[in-house]
């Protein structure tokens, strides 16, 4: 998710632009899509809501994809895959889902990514993908550029998806599926829901316990309506979706994440695997190679300004005698943590936990401290 | 006692020589829920059409300007614990500030309420 498409093109509307209308939603551009940021509550009661019940958001404007095998075997795909990624494809188990990231030949970040060994009958060889929908023109071209004969990729522009988010999800989803209410964290299963083919795994990007759920655009507003008619949901616009990624420690690509970033450098190292690391054969090995043998110079580090005060991204980060050191990539108000938090890219030196840092807001140094992350705890059901 | 408005939403309710500050109702609306307030110190002089507040709400900070010229004499401290209270009350308990006006003649290239609703009007 990144920056908003420009305004002179039309906005395209996902299969659930209607029932965020109807609802009374707040429409903005995003990512060249006409999107919900906020429903008629607001941000923070959505925040809230999703914290403490379930929320429910439309993320069809996110790119879904398949990569497949001609020769229908699994280690052919996640081979080609693996020739773009850091992460183990190779030995994914079916069904089960990885965050990984494209990597430049520096070693930059492209583009950040779900990857899902399709567990289906009669798709063996397939991978599903989900990229970001600012990046996914990009992003085919990329991997299409650079798959293998025999390996081919097919994006489902056609698919819906949402993700139901927040400590009541699993209880609202054994309703429904008690199927996929039974899956752990990063698995995922097909399943019927109101007779509605849907893939769901569970997983999501707010910190909570949830699934993300993706189905035929045609069918996805009767899959919305299914899940809001439980008291314990209620749709989430985009800017509560922030707020609580950001609560949660997790990157905005664009923002916390881009080509001059590398997943060393962001923290990322946990989304590598042991054989990745060791074996390299991906772009920008060298670098993450030696980033995780010497250590990154700068690294992304959680952030708390003392104060009320709010730091946004691109404040400058000094330490308190002024040395510049570092940049606030994105910065907000954390309405669980009831305070302002941030997150940035500092010097080394300056990264542990507990160090005293300014944020330069309005031209005033705000004082700081590095914080752990994440801000609210990660509730993942593993 | 009259109010006045600008374009960009400040409202100044003015008593005697000096008028309260603060966002109108449609303004808070835009922002969404308000989470931080920095206010000017007490003292502090303004020409308008300066920076004299900010306003954050979740997603973003907004500047608030002075609708006219004159010395900041008293600032609404209760938005510090509560900044809150500019959306739940924006025209009363959700003021920012008090200023002396310098010169009242600046408040006669200002709207009144009846075309503040019309300027709302035509840009909603």
């Given at each position: 998710?990144?920056?908003?498409?420009?305004?002179?093109?039309?906005?395209?509307?996902?299969?659930?632009?209607?029932?965020?209308?109807?609802?009374?939603?707040?429409?903005?551009?995003?990512?060249?899509?006409?999107?919900?940021?906020?429903?008629?509550?607001?941000?923070?009661?959505?925040?809230?809501?999703?914290?403490?019940?379930?929320?429910?958001?439309?993320?069809?404007?996110?790119?879904q994809a398949f990569l497949a095998a001609e020769d229908k075997s699994h280690e052919t795909v996640a081979?080609?895959l693996?020739?773009?990624?850091?992460?183990?494809v190779v030995n994914l188990k079916p069904n089960q889902q990885?965050?990984?990231?494209?990597?430049?030949?520096?070693?930059?970040?492209?583009?950040?990514?779900?990857v899902t060994r399709v567990g289906a009958p009669g798709h063996e060889g397939w991978l599903y993908l989900?990229?970001?929908?600012?990046?996914?023109?990009?992003?085919?071209?990329?991997?299409?550029?650079?798959?293998?004969?025999g390996v081919s990729?097919n994006?489902k522009?056609?698919l819906?998806?949402?993700?139901?988010?927040?400590?009541?999800?699993?209880?609202?989803?054994?309703?429904?599926s008690p199927e996929a209410?039974a899956l752990s964290?990063m698995m995922s299963a097909d399943v019927q829901i109101?007779g509605i083919w849907c893939h769901v795994s569970r997983?999501?990007?707010?910190?909570?316990?949830?699934?993300?759920i993706s189905c035929k655009?045609?069918d996805?507003?009767?899959?919305?309506?299914?899940?809001?008619?439980?008291?314990?949901?209620?749709?989430?616009?985009?800017?509560?979706?922030?707020?609580?990624?950001?609560?949660?420690?997790?990157?905005?690509?664009?923002?916390?994440?881009?080509?001059?970033?590398?997943?060393?450098?962001?923290?990322?190292?946990?989304?590598?695997?042991?054989?990745?690391?060791?074996?390299?054969?991906?772009?920008?090995?060298?670098?993450?190679?030696?980033?995780?043998?010497?250590?990154?110079?700068?690294?992304?580090?959680?952030?708390?300004?003392?104060?009320?005060?709010?730091?946004?991204?691109?404040?400058?980060?000094?330490?308190?005698?002024?040395?510049?050191?570092?940049?606030?990539?994105?910065?907000?108000?954390?309405?669980?943590?009831?305070?302002?938090?941030?997150?940035?890219?500092?010097?080394?030196?300056?990264?542990?936990?507990?160090?005293?840092?300014?944020?330069?807001?309005?031209?005033?140094?705000?004082?700081?401290?590095?914080?752990?992350?994440?801000?609210?705890?990660?509730?993942?059901?593993? | 006692?009259?109010?006045?408005?600008?374009?960009?939403?400040?409202?100044?309710?003015?008593?005697?020589?000096?008028?309260?500050?603060?966002?109108?109702?449609?303004?808070?609306?835009?922002?969404?829920?308000?989470?931080?307030?920095?206010?000017?110190?007490?003292?502090?002089?303004?020409?308008?059409?300066?920076?004299?507040?900010?306003?954050?709400?979740?997603?973003?900070?907004?500047?608030?300007?002075?609708?006219?010229?004159?010395?900041?004499?008293?600032?609404?401290?209760?938005?510090?614990?509560?900044?809150?209270?500019?959306?739940?009350?924006?025209?009363?308990?959700?003021?920012?500030?008090?200023?002396?006006?310098?010169?009242?003649?600046?408040?006669?290239?200002?709207?009144?309420?009846?075309?503040?609703?019309?300027?709302?009007?035509?840009?909603?």
């Amino acid at each position: 998710m990144a920056e908003p498409a420009h305004s002179d093109e039309p906005l395209l509307k996902t299969p659930l632009h209607a029932e965020h209308v109807a609802l009374g939603a707040r429409m903005v551009p995003f990512a060249g899509y006409d999107m919900p940021v906020q429903y008629p509550t607001g941000i923070l009661t959505e925040h809230n809501w999703t914290r403490e019940h379930a929320g429910l958001f439309d993320v069809s404007h996110m790119g879904q994809a398949f990569l497949a095998a001609e020769d229908k075997s699994h280690e052919t795909v996640a081979k080609a895959l693996e020739a773009l990624i850091p992460a183990d494809v190779v030995n994914l188990k079916p069904n089960q889902q990885r965050y990984s990231q494209l990597l430049a030949d520096d070693g930059g970040i492209l583009d950040d990514l779900m990857v899902t060994r399709v567990g289906a009958p009669g798709h063996e060889g397939w991978l599903y993908l989900v990229v970001n929908a600012s990046m996914k023109e990009q992003d085919y071209a990329h991997i299409q550029a650079r798959l293998p004969k025999g390996v081919s990729l097919n994006r489902k522009d056609e698919l819906g998806l949402m993700a139901l988010q927040g400590p009541s999800a699993e209880a609202v989803m054994a309703k429904l599926s008690p199927e996929a209410a039974a899956l752990s964290f990063m698995m995922s299963a097909d399943v019927q829901i109101d007779g509605i083919w849907c893939h769901v795994s569970r997983s999501g990007y707010t910190g909570e316990d949830g699934f993300e759920i993706s189905c035929k655009g045609e069918d996805a507003a009767k899959l919305w309506r299914a899940l809001l008619a439980d008291p314990e949901v209620k749709a989430i616009g985009l800017g509560a979706r922030d707020s609580l990624r950001l609560e949660a420690g997790l990157c905005l690509y664009g923002h916390d994440i881009d080509t001059t970033t590398s997943p060393i450098e962001a923290g990322l190292i946990w989304s590598i695997q042991k054989r990745r690391r060791e074996e390299g054969g991906f772009p920008g090995a060298a670098r993450v190679q030696r980033e995780i043998k010497d250590g990154a110079a700068r690294v992304r580090v959680g952030i708390r300004p003392e104060g009320r005060a709010p730091a946004r991204e691109g404040s400058v980060i000094t330490t308190p005698d002024g040395r510049e050191v570092g940049i606030v990539t994105s910065g907000g108000f954390g309405p669980t943590v009831n305070g302002p938090v941030a997150m940035g890219y500092v010097a080394k030196d300056v990264s542990a936990v507990g160090t005293d840092l300014h944020l330069i807001v309005r031209g005033k140094p705000l004082p700081a401290k590095v914080a752990a992350m994440p801000f609210a705890p990660h509730r993942y059901k593993r | 006692m009259t109010t006045r408005y600008t374009k960009d939403h400040e409202y100044i309710r003015v008593e005697g020589d000096a008028g309260i500050v603060g966002i109108s109702d449609y303004a808070q609306g835009q922002l969404g829920d308000v989470v931080f307030v920095e206010l000017p110190s007490v003292g502090k002089t303004l020409s308008k059409g300066d920076e004299a507040a900010v306003v954050e709400s979740v997603k973003a900070a907004s500047e608030v300007y002075a609708p006219v010229s004159g010395e900041v004499v008293e600032v609404n401290s209760e938005l510090e614990a509560s900044p809150g209270t500019v959306n739940e009350d924006p025209a009363g308990r959700g003021w920012f500030m008090k200023i002396r006006l310098t010169n009242e003649s600046e408040l006669d290239g200002l709207m009144t309420e009846e075309q503040y609703g019309e300027f709302v009007k035509s840009i909603s």
